[in-house]
């Protein structure tokens, strides 16, 4: 093998092969850091850690500018929630009911106060929630009531207060942290609670508690008011259905569909991500192509002692070897390398992904080692038979 | 491998020539293992062409050329290695070896695929041929009947039932003549292989049972 290497390697021009190996591994960079940070990021659109569960639409009346002027109320009447429930498409509809009362909450975490404000609650029939039914029970006499909270408070939570104050970052299994003290002042009374939060919902941006607390504290502190709801739950067959959107439009009502806007930051993403990738592919390709030329220009300019080897009895597969060996070793060690920027620069934005998505789980590189792994494969193969096309036709004579 | 036929080969260069008064072209030649044969031919005659056809490495020609009646047009790429590894060897002309590499590493280039002789014996063949002192010399660097004697020994680090000799002592003195086609005489003997030699004029005097003109 020495003195074949020996021979072989004469003209190898280490300009061209440091111009390719430099390109290769900006685009095959490119590609990976494209694939993965897709992989990445995909869990964050489509994780599916709904407090409800998927066939759920939230509807409400369209607030316009008329409608505020002229006062007219955004509440739903018995006869339209009839109606609704009667649609063929609606499976199961219930009302959002709210707080008649005044409530101050304080939260902390680890015993280190953060927020104190006032606000209101909202609870929706527990058939609609989608948690263990132990942890979502209250009765009268309770002084801890479960609590969802809407996700973006966790987000708020993680990435302005957590960061600067040096706090822990709370995850969904870490909820226990949340301490949240509610102070009830109405009809006269006085009195506190504790909160338990017992997870987070990505679409309804209410703080959520069991029926039963709400119907019951709304009877006990604001006795004998009643307000319509301004807002309705419905459970649907199929949430693509043209008849919603028909009729949603035709009563000038309004649907939150996270779904769809999830999926339309999937496409985006997806759109941006190929974008991405296809430039790192031209990159990869371009220098793929120039590895090639290189080779191309090697083989000639040694034509002659690949001819005098195979003269003496040397086959076409062992002259042809040393630069197949040459090239798969530097496309694997392009492979190597981008794998490893890879993962300084995935350690960086993997970072900000958990600071500001704590429930998603940080995943691994496999996807784009795999990928790599892959692309390695492919090219060697086209590496090896070019080389071998090459070292043929010499020893046909036709070089 | 016993026999090498010619049969009415003409190369292509020649193929418009009427006039061929060959004893190979257009003709029938059967070469047989353990006999020693002289070519002889002006230059232009086509000795090389004649060499490289048994080696495999042209195939500009019309008629057969048979190896014990296989016709060589039906061997493939492994058959063609088998053939220059253990049954044909050729003394290039032109040498063929690699400028860059010591006269010791151009023969062990060869010995090392066919693991055929010991490096003590290549080294006994350097002192025989009278260039010990340039084992380790860049082949590049040294004069041409020096190269001659290098390409022999490659020659001979092989199993083979024909040895062909291009011109081998184009560049050589009497003396150096006789020591190397002494020992490829002696190999050849060894193996019972055939020699064939080419010669424009200058040759040594081996007992050729046969002279074949061009």
Redesign the interface.
Known sequence: MN??W??LR?HISVPQLAGFSLANLFGMFIVLLGYQAYKDILPIFSGDNSILGNNYMVMSKRITTGSTLSGTANTFSQAEITDISEQRFAEKVGKFTATEYKVNARMGVNGVSILSSELFFESIPDNFVDVPLDSWQWKPGDTTIPIVLPRSYLTMYNFGFAQSHSMPKISDGLVGLIDLTLYIQANGANDVYKGKVIGFSNRLNSVLVPQAFMDWSNGHYAPGKQSQPSRLIMEVANTGDDRIIKYVDEMNYEVEDDKLNAEKSTYLLRMTVSAVMLVGLVISILSFYILMLSVYLLVQKNAE?L??????????ARVALPYQLLTIGLNLAVLVIALVLLAVARNYYIGMITMLFPEVSEGSMMPAILLGVALLAFVSVINIAVICRKV?NI?K?KE | MEQIIFKNVVPQVFSQQSDLHSDIWNNELVLDRGHKYLIEAASGKGKSTFCSYILGFRRDYSGSILFDNTDTRTFGVSRWVDVRRSEVSLLFQELRLFPELTAMENVLVKNNLTHHKSRKQIEEWFEMMGIADKKNVIAGRMSFGQQQRVAMMRALVQPFSFILADEPISHLDDTNSRIMMDIMEQEAKAQGAAIIVTSIGKHVELDYERRIKL
């Open positions: 003195l074949i020996k021979l004469q002692k001819e005098n080897l195979l003269l003496i009895g040397y086959t076409p043929t020893w004579h």
